[in-house]
Nanobody, 124 residues
């Protein structure tokens, strides 16, 4: 079992930056692939980025590639999402998730544990 708690969301102007954190408790954080997803009002939850257990492999949605960076610190049981050059269309609730996988996946159905989400609002 893994418990996930996101933080770092807030209100930022377009072009600004935010860094989201996801603190994990429970056992064997380093054995999980991790991902970030987001959901805007009226929209389905969509994939943002994922990272393998070691941090050596990452994958991004086309909409954020080059602007967002996913990383993890297994010693601190923490997942990060650095978001730069934010756009109003990035406004959403952002969720971190953990998957019992040895590979990374953009499919939310592959993820076993979810945090409660943190709101990111980008004003124009």
């Amino acid at each position: 079992q893994v418990q996930l708690v996101e933080s770092g969301g807030g209100l930022v102007q377009a072009g600004g930056s935010l860094r989201l954190s996801c603190a994990a408790s429970g056992r064997a954080f380093s054995s999980y692939a991790m991902g970030w997803f987001r959901q805007a009002p009226g929209n389905e939850r969509e994939f943002v980025a994922s990272i393998d257990w070691s941090g050596g492999s990452t994958y991004y949605a086309d909409s954020v590639r080059g602007r967002f960076t996913i990383s993890r610190n297994n010693a601190d049981n923490t997942l990060y999402l650095q978001m730069n050059s934010l756009k109003p269309e990035d406004t959403a609730v952002y969720y971190c998730a953990a998957a019992r996988l040895t590979f990374i996946s953009p499919a939310h159905s592959k993820y076993d544990y979810w945090g409660q989400g943190t709101q990111v609002t980008v004003s124009s």
